[in-house]
């Protein structure tokens, strides 16, 4: 079965520079949430969308924004990326807003 | 320079014992439950849910047990094997009125040893 694909899986960025994160949902899912998650930390829930709107916001710092598109994949933009900023963010997609299944994670370092 | 991360709690079980791994929430609202399993390097992965009309709710080796007077959850996995080894998440739903966003509670790492 399709899953959620994240692209890329790996980025390694400098200090105050922006970085751009994909979710593509699967085939037919409307819904994505986004997570980032530290070292050692629980996942952190950033921002959703449901049928391209915003539906839900959480610790989503103001350096970042997100969105979805017609075709329903999201993209997370991320400005000015500080050391801290270094983690896993993951997507979870679903159908009208139901229960996520995770993608494999974009593993991003800022050095 | 790099930042340290939290240890998380964990449990270590040897193969065929039973697991129990515990979980506290806060918000006396909550009413959807879900126990995760990460392993390294990769999302989490669905377990089991809750709903908070229900106490108690079995699935394949586990088995989710919802306190809703003390606000506590716990995730039993019965005859352990290896391939249990992971960070184990509960989860609560945020707001019921706009999806599934979840709140993460801290991790518990569970290690199966034969």
């Known amino acids: 079965a399709a899953g959620v694909i994240q692209s890329p899986r790996h980025l390694i960025k400098e200090k105050r520079e922006t970085a751009t994160l994909k979710c593509y949902p699967i085939p037919r899912h409307d819904t994505v949430y986004w997570y980032q998650q530290g070292p050692g930390q629980d996942p952190q829930f950033l921002i959703s969308f449901y049928e391209k709107m915003q539906s839900d916001k959480g610790s989503i710092p103001d350096r970042f924004s997100a969105q979805q598109f017609s075709d329903y994949h999201s993209e997370l933009n991320m400005s000015s990326l500080e050391l801290g900023d270094s983690a896993l963010y993951f997507c979870?997609?679903?159908?009208?807003?139901?229960?996520?299944?995770f993608g494999p994670g974009t593993r991003l370092t800022v050095l | 320079g790099e930042s340290v991360g939290l240890h998380l709690p964990t449990l270590s079980v040897q193969e065929g014992d039973n697991s129990i791994i515990n979980c506290a929430y806060s918000n006396s609202a909550s009413d959807y439950f879900i126990w995760y399993k990460q392993e390294s390097g990769k999302g989490p992965q669905f377990i089991i849910d809750?709903?908070?009309?229900?106490d108690k709710r079995q699935g394949q080796r586990v088995t989710v047990l919802l306190n809703k007077t003390v606000k506590h959850l716990s995730l039993q996995i019965a005859a352990t094997q290896p391939g249990d080894s992971a960070v184990y998440f509960c989860?609560?739903?945020?707001?019921?009125?706009?999806?599934?966003?979840?709140?993460f509670g801290k991790g518990t790492s569970l290690l199966v040893t034969p």
């Open positions: 979870a997609s679903s159908l009208a807003l139901g229960q996520g299944v």
């Open positions: 989860a609560e739903n945020r707001n019921s009125n706009s999806g599934y966003a979840l709140n």
């Open positions: 809750i709903r908070s009309n229900m």
